[in-house]
């Protein structure tokens, strides 16, 4: 008889965990409303709602919040300790200014990381990439990039650093060897 009455008794127990556990959530609602969730200069509210569905009276706790675009946006969600995640994590993340690194579109995503690929290869970062392409076209206007690099590699690509000491060995060298005429510079000439 004790064994069926423990039995009996944790069968009856797994059934009340379910009605124990929402009691203890309900015990944590505040007590006034809207809540509201601050993390810096940002507020997110928090407000509960009753509605009416088939006849059945339900509570559903809504998460309102400015998206990236300053779009007031709405979330609902049946239990309280899920909206006021929601909320702690929306305004963490409006707080540190992260909110337009959360809306990227597809094709925003595919941009980003195309461009990731090309400067890869260069070993640039993309934001230093970015700013010297925006310097670039300020001081070329409406040409192309890549063309004004071209001309230049054409024009000037032979350039490269050298000490004064090292052009003045250079010249004296193809001055000796010869002049417009086709003979040695004198020794006067080298001299100067």
């Known amino acids: 008889m004790a064994f069926s009455l423990i039995l009996t008794f944790s069968t009856q127990f797994h059934t009340l965990l379910p009605t124990l556990h ?40 809504r998460v309102s919040y400015y998206d990236a675009h300053g779009r007031r946006r709405f979330e609902s969600f049946a239990e309280y300790g899920d909206a006021e995640r929601k ?19 597809a094709d925003e995503r595919l941009i980003y990381l195309r461009s990731l690929d090309l400067v890869r290869d260069v070993g640039v970062p993309l934001d230093a990439a970015a700013s010297e392409f925006a ?5 070329i206007g409406d040409h192309s990039l890549v063309e004004a690099a071209r001309l230049f590699v054409r024009v000037r690509g032979d350039c490269r650093p050298v000490f004064v ?14 002049t417009k005429q086709g003979r040695p510079a004198s020794e006067r000439y080298l001299a100067d």
């Not at 909320?87 to 579109?105: F, H, I, P």
């Open 135 to 139: 310097q670039g076209r300020k001081i």
């Open 165 to 178: 000491a090292a052009v003045k060995d250079e010249l004296i060298a193809l001055r000796t060897q010869r």
């Open 87 to 105: 909320a702690r994590s929306v305004a963490k993340v409006s707080a540190r200014q992260d909110g337009k690194g959360l809306t990227l579109s």
């Open 22 to 61: 929402a009691f203890a959530a309900m015990s944590k609602l505040p007590s006034s409303w809207p809540k509201e969730i601050r993390t810096g200069s940002v507020t997110v509210r928090i407000y509960r709602v009753s509605n009416r569905k088939a006849g059945k009276r339900y509570t559903e706790f």
